[in-house]
Every structure is written in C-alpha cells, then in structure tokens.
T-cell receptor
Framework: AQTVTQSQPEMSVQEAETVTLSCTYD???????LFWYKQPPSRQMILVIR??????QNATENRFSVNFQKAAKSFSLKISDSQLGDTAMYFC????????????FGAGTTVTVRA | NAGVTQTPKFQVLKTGQSMTLQCAQD?????MYWYRQDPGMGLRLIYY???????DKGEVPNGYNVSRLNKREFSLRLESAAPSQTSVYFC???????????FGPGTRLTVL
C-alpha cells in the first residue's frame, strides 16, 4: 500500500482567514491521482478536490486550491476565506491509476473554524 | 438519485455474533468498496469489487467476507464479530474516468 502522511492532527483558523493542510506521499509511480476529502461532523465523505499527477497546473475549486509538488511528493490543500461550514476532518488520498481501484488515505487533519 | 445507501446506520453486537452490512448504489458504477475508519488511522480498504462478479481483498480483509450481489449491491459480512471490529464502516462506489469515489453515510458498529 502507498503511504500517505498528514503531519498535522489538528488545526484551528479564524473565520475568513486562510489555512493550509499538508500531505506527503510515498510512491515510485509516475502517473497517479491525488484527492482531498472532507468529512464534516455528519460523517459523510465529500470530495473537495482532485489532482492528476501528469498535470502540472494546480487544481482549484472555488475557495479550495492545492499546491502539488511532484518532485517533493507533496500535496497541500489551501482553504481561503474560511467559513464555519469548513469545520471538518480533511483526508488526503492517493490512487495509483483509475483502474487500480484502491485509495490510500492519510490519518486526517481536523480543522476547526472559529467565529 | 439516492447515491450510495447503507443499512443499518448503527449496530451493537456481542462477541461471536454475525451480521451483514448492506450497501447499494444507483449511479450505475462498476466498482464498489468497503472501508473501515478507526480513530487516528484514516480509512482502510477491506474489500473491493472492480466489476460485477469479481471481488478482491484490500488492506485489512481478515474477519470479513463480501458478496457482489449484482451491479447495484455489495454486502459485507462479519461471521463472528470481535471487539477489534468496532469501527465505522463505509461503502463507496466509483466511476473509472475520474477515479472519484462516492461514499455512503457509514455504519457505526460496536462489538461488546
């Protein structure tokens, strides 16, 4: 299994501020996929953003963007203009290729947005 | 569309009891998965089914069995529950072009 490491168990951010979550992974593959999933207190897993390794351009989805550093095997998530609804656990995940069918998850980072 | 549905939402078992967790998806996805989530460990893959008629072991398959009943349904069975199987269980399905997995709401299982 691939190793995905999220080194920040918990982070706190003031509403409207920016927070960055780190993720590193270990692989010998050249082409792969990376994901960030959000799990709010409801427990539902929701895809936040997706990055294909062969694409150099960093993915963005509204207030969420990633900094993908392929050589460093780093995939950080930036949440801009944080909102109370962003309070959740965030998981970084790795997939070798879409036909591999297997996601390897990091341990997660709990983000708390303060009013 | 309901997406991915799971039953039950909560379950308490005694050690040695058996039970089946049910999962169904209405998105016409070929691939389905079962994960368990434990505190501080993220989600770990138990079993998956790449397509109807096939199943394969994931990272933590011991103590579990699965059945891909048809394209929509993928069940997870605990034959003799153990306290170590206390966890939250998620079912998911995926579409191949993007690799995105869609998750059900989860089942919280406690084994006493």
């Amino acid at each position: 299994a691939q190793t995905v490491t999220q080194s920040q168990p918990e982070m706190s951010v003031q509403e409207a501020e920016t927070v960055t979550l780190s993720c590193t992974y270990d692989t010998s593959e050249n082409n792969y996929y990376l994901f960030w999933y959000k799990q709010p207190p409801s427990r539902q897993m929701i895809l936040v953003i997706r990055q294909e390794a062969y694409k150099q351009q960093n993915a963005t989805e509204n207030r969420f963007s990633v900094n993908f550093q392929k050589a460093a095997k780093s995939f950080s998530l930036k949440i801009s203009d944080s909102q109370l609804g962003d309070t959740a656990m965030y998981f970084c995940a790795f997939m070798k290729h879409v036909n591999d069918y297997k996601l390897s998850f990091g341990a997660g980072t709990t983000v708390t947005v303060r009013a | 569309n309901a997406g991915v549905t799971q039953t039950p939402k909560f379950q308490v078992l005694k050690t040695g009891q058996s039970m089946t967790l049910q999962c169904a998806q209405d998105m016409n996805h070929n691939s389905m998965y079962w994960y368990r989530q434990d505190p501080g460990m993220g989600l770990r893959l138990i079993y998956y089914s790449a397509s109807e008629g096939t199943t394969d072991k994931g990272e933590v398959p011991n103590g579990y069995n699965v059945s891909r009943l048809n394209k929509r349904e993928f069940s997870l069975r605990l034959e003799s529950a153990a306290p170590s199987q206390t966890s939250v269980y998620f079912c998911a399905s995926s579409e191949v072009p993007t690799g995105e997995q869609f998750f059900g709401p989860g089942t919280r299982l406690t084994v006493l």
